[in-house]
């Protein structure tokens, strides 16, 4: 039971994370909280969706095809609406109530724009993988291993965008100092632009294999964005490596909450973990105070 | 001028539902008790200077316990009214004590957690709430006075009464030593603070009138609807009374009661496709920042500057608007 209750909380844990990491990597770099970025989420699986229903690809064919779609989608958003606000003055609050504003006018248009193209009917993702694992008590469907294998081929991807390409370099220098990056001559506006293509791609993605577990609607974009928001506060905002670990960490606490406290209110338990880290440790786990 | 407006303004409110039908009446209700709670928003967003998408849950907080005091223990209206909104004040200034210390967007995800949590306990408990299903059959406020609310009209007034004392007292309180030590604080926090204002206290004070305004609209809505439920309190019930502070303006009284008007009455009257209501308040809300940060009030402004470009008339206008580069 317990053993299940883990692997259970694992396989949620990293979907989670896979969420997470898009919507900190925003944060951090651009100091912009994403409402959203549900909606890429959400966006993302009807893309795979819609790819795999008119050109009959496999799902891991159209995955990587929607991703780029939502990159580009996502890099799109950001020069239309957010480049002039972060343009002006991004650290005062009127910038920054700006900036929230337009990403929740962005959240209602894009998912009723889902509505209009796709319809309220809820749909399933085929990712074409059948039969399951027993590991003495546990039991685990294929699916649900190749869920935990994409994310963990994706954070290594991130990780090698990260620290071994040069653009990756300045990703994290903007991210440490923006000032020290422009004084230093980096192209602040392109490497943000960037951010916000990887982060529409990590969004494609969780969204992707959140509708292959369970369904894809317009709405779908509302539980993972609330979730994404109590993961980076617990790793921290802006930290990678936060994303990941506080993903599986509330995987797995909902997980085990569900299980042995009241499954009506496991959520509940995540929101008051979510109060109780900003007021004891406002940084998050993983985070640098500021 | 602008007493004349007023008197105008208020003749035309008292005369409305004599001249127009019920559902015009209705509608105009809906407004009103819309307008209450932008005008809630409306005083944290311009006065406070916080994005507070915990709103909705002091509305439902108010609206809740006042049905569930009426419905299951009898109590009357007018006796469960105030025990629900010191419910809402007292709650209010605990959560205030805890969260207001967070900065931007720390205080913003802990205020949804808030509502979130709020929305999934009314959506759980269901003994006391009737879960998912909602609270349904609440009656109109009992008589008081000699005055009975059974017709629509009578409720009408009761909303415009509420919302016309609100205003007063909102106006007079802006215009206090609360309301200014308030302003200082949305300006310059740690200015504040060293001229020996207590930042702290301004905040919770603001967050709690801001909460008991919410929680009076709370108390209409239950009887103007007649059920409650869990789904009409989501983060996006908060976001609608946004949208509405910023159309109408930002640091302003009368902004949000002009973004009530546009939102809620503009587009049920003009029987846009209720479908397409959501995607129209996205992009208000977007241009609206982009373009126009001072919102339509803003735009009064800038229309009046091109209009009388004396120098002492564009005083007035001084507000966020000028900014918008």
Known sequence: MLAQQLANGLVLGSIYALSALGFTLIFGAARVVNFAYGELLMLGAFFTLTIMMWSGLPFYAALPVAMVGIAVLSVIMFLLTLRPLLRGAYTSLQGELQVILVTLGLLYILREAAVIIWGTAPRQIDMGVTGIQIVGDVVMTNQRLVVIGVMAVLVLALYWILYRTNIGKALRAIAQNREGALAIGLNTDRIIAFVFAVSGAMACAAGSLLGALYAVEPHMGGAPLLKAFVIVIFGGLGSVPGAIVGGLAIGLIENLAGAYISFAFKDVFTFMLLIGVLLLRPAGLFGRSR | ?325
């Open chain 2, 1 to 325: 001028m602008r007493i004349v407006a007023l008197i105008i303004l208020a003749a035309i409110m008292i005369a409305a539902p004599s001249l127009l039908g019920d559902y015009q009446t209705y509608l105009l209700t809906l407004t009103l008790i819309w307008a209450i709670l932008a005008l809630s928003m409306g005083l944290v967003l311009g006065f406070v200077g916080q994005i507070n998408l915990g709103q909705a849950a002091f509305v439902a907080i108010s609206a809740y316990t006042c049905s569930i005091l009426r419905q299951r223990y009898g109590v009357d209206f007018w006796l469960a009214a105030p025990v629900a909104l010191a419910a809402v004040v007292i709650i209010a200034a605990l959560v205030g004590l805890l969260t207001l210390r967070l900065k931007g967007p720390f205080f913003i995800l802990v205020m949804l957690a808030f509502a979130e949590i709020t929305r999934l306990v009314i959506a759980n408990w269901q003994d006391v709430t009737n879960g998912p299903l909602g609270l349904k059959g609440i009656m109109p406020p009992e008589p008081i006075l000699g005055l009975s609310f059974e017709t629509k009209r009578s409720f009408y007034f009761l909303a415009l009464v509420v919302l016309a004392v609100c205003l007063l007292a909102l106006w007079r309180l802006v215009r206090s030593r609360t309301g200014r030590m308030l302003i200082a604080v949305r300006e310059d926090e740690l200015l504040a603070e060293f001229v020996g204002i207590p930042v702290m206290r301004s905040k919770v004070i603001g967050l709690c009138i801001g909460a008991f305004v919410a929680g009076l609209g709370g108390l209409l809505l239950g009887p103007f609807l007649s059920i409650l439920a869990p789904s009409q309190f989501t983060l996006f019930a908060s976001v609608d009374m946004i949208v509405m502070v910023v159309v109408g303006g930002v640091g302003t009284l009368v902004g949000p009661l002009i973004g009530a008007v546009f939102l809620v009455y503009v587009p049920e009257y003009l029987s846009f496709t209720s479908h397409f209501r959501p995607a129209m308040m996205g992009a208000l809300l977007i241009i609206v920042t982009l373009f126009a940060p001072g919102g339509l009030i803003g735009l009064v402004g800038v229309v009046r500057g091109w209009l009388m470009p004396t120098p002492s008339k564009s005083l007035d206008a001084k507000g966020e608007g000028d900014h918008a580069g």
